[in-house]
T-cell receptor
Framework: SQQGEEDPQALSIQEGENATMNCSYK?????LQWYRQNSGRGLVHLIL?????REKHSGRLRVTLDTSKKSSSLLITASRAADTASYFC???????????FGTGTRLLVSP | EAGVAQSPRYKIIEKRQSVAFWCNPI?????LYWYQQILGQGPKLLIQ????????DSQLPKDRFSAERLKGVDSTLKIQPAKLEDSAVYLC??????????????FGPGTRLLVL
């Protein structure tokens, strides 16, 4: 079963704009991870944030985590057409890093 | 470093037939995962191996799905007999073992299965 929901389900923006997607989950976690999936391909790990962290940056990516609200957000700044993909959050709540994925946000960045 | 390899990339079968997928993880990765991703949904874990032992198979439909990881390296996932609802992408992932809670899963390109 899915751990949580992502919002919005789909997002369409222009190049250069920022994209924000949100993830909500249900149980306590060790960490939360974001993955990208291009059409017809496997998933690529983007960033991991631990439960004791509130914000993390990696290049044009900014992730926040609010454990009290059981939610996370992924911000992509200055988006590019190449950012077009589906983005999934995944929570790790167990000892062997069993990941439970959300439903995903489909991002379309138009030139 | 070579990535996770999967084959075949595509498979079309009729319902009630059997099918097998193969995965070769990144060298040295002790943990191997099989996920099922139905169109429009996130991946769902089917089974997780630590070396050649099963860690979690709670969401594996054991009446029709089976998986093995002989010698703790390559793995195969089998469906017998297949149902229409098994149409999905089957993803394999691997990870080095960590106890600290960190550790990235590296995914293969997946096998897209269509059951007619």
């Amino acid at each position: 079963s899915q751990q949580g929901e992502e919002d919005p389900q789909a997002l369409s923006i222009q190049e250069g704009e920022n994209a924000t997607m949100n993830c909500s989950y249900k149980t306590s976690i060790n960490n939360l991870q974001w993955y990208r999936q291009n059409s017809g391909r496997g998933l690529v790990h983007l960033i991991l944030i631990r439960s004791n962290e509130r914000e993390k940056h990696s290049g044009r990516l900014r992730v926040t985590l609010d454990t009290s609200k059981k939610s996370s957000s992924l911000l992509i700044t200055a988006s590019r057409a190449a950012d077009t993909a589906s983005y999934f959050c995944a929570t790790d709540a167990g000892g062997f890093q069993k990941l439970v994925f959300g439903t995903g946000t489909r991002l379309l960045v138009s030139p | 470093e070579a990535g996770v390899a999967q084959s075949p990339r595509y498979k079309i079968i009729e319902k009630r037939q059997s099918v097998a997928f193969w995965c070769n993880p990144i060298s040295g990765h002790a943990t191997l995962y099989w996920y099922q991703q139905i169109l429009g949904q996130g991946p769902k874990l089917l089974i997780q191996f630590q070396n050649n032992g099963v860690v979690d198979d709670s969401q594996l439909p054991k009446d029709r799905f089976s998986a093995e990881r002989l010698k703790g390296v390559d793995s195969t996932l089998k469906i017998q007999p297949a149902k229409l609802e098994d149409s999905a992408v089957y993803l394999c992932a691997s990870r080095t073992y960590r106890t600290s809670g960190r550790g990235t899963q590296y995914f293969g390109p997946g096998t897209r299965l269509l059951v007619l």
